[in-house]
Nanobody, 122 residues
Framework: QVQLVESGGGLVQAGGSLRLSCAASGDTICISTMGWYRQAPAKERELVAAITSGGSTNYADSVKGRFTISRDNAKNTLYLQMNSLKPEDTAVYYC????????????????WGQGTQVTVSS
């Protein structure tokens, strides 16, 4: 089992910055890929950024050059540095962790945090 707790959301003006954190606990050794998703009102949940255990990253086109995803495996923490925020970034941001079933001890599962609200005013 993996538990994820997000923090760092809030209200910020357009052009400002926020740093989201996601603290993972439980069977953290089983985690392979972690990522951030977001869901705006009346919209589908979308992938914002993802990072593998090896450090490879992937970003949605809408956030490239503005957001940076990183992880500290020793601290079991995922981060999302968000710069140059736009009103269209307003959404609930969710931390995601995927565990691998390759290692016998670990089960392949998908875990979600409770979400943290990010609101960007114009």
């Amino acid at each position: 089992q993996v538990q994820l707790v997000e923090s760092g959301g809030g209200l910020v003006q357009a052009g400002g910055s926020l740093r989201l954190s996601c603290a993972a606990s439980g069977d953290t050794i089983c985690i392979s890929t972690m990522g951030w998703y977001r869901q705006a009102p009346a919209k589908e949940r979308e992938l914002v950024a993802a990072i593998t255990s090896g450090g490879s990253t992937n970003y949605a086109d809408s956030v490239k050059g503005r957001f940076t995803i990183s992880r500290d495996n020793a601290k079991n923490t995922l981060y999302l540095q968000m710069n140059s925020l736009k009103p269209e970034d307003t959404a609930v941001y969710y931390c995601n962790a995927k565990t691998t079933g390759v290692v016998a001890y670990c089960r392949g599962r998908n875990y979600w945090g409770q979400g943290t609200q990010v609101t960007v005013s114009s």
